[in-house]
């Protein structure tokens, strides 16, 4: 089963297709700006705190999202 991705409109999406977009803009913006704004970013858009820790921390990165962040 492939999924589409979208990753620039959060518009019309739902559960944990939109939260698969936010997690994925948190790594974003934990690369760009640091891991403090990434955390309030993820908290504002009420990420679960354990989820938050796993993506963060770089453990477990799924193989789209380490091919995407150039590792």
Known sequence: ????RRSTSYR??????FNACVVRKGVIV???TGTPSAVEYL???DV??????RVLSGQAMRRDDTAGAGR
């Open 1 to 4: 089963m492939q999924t589409e």
């Open 12 to 17: 019309g999406l739902r559960g944990a297709e």
């Open 30 to 32: 934990q690369r760009l």
């Open 43 to 45: 908290k504002s858009n």
């Open 48 to 53: 679960d705190a354990r989820v938050i820790a």
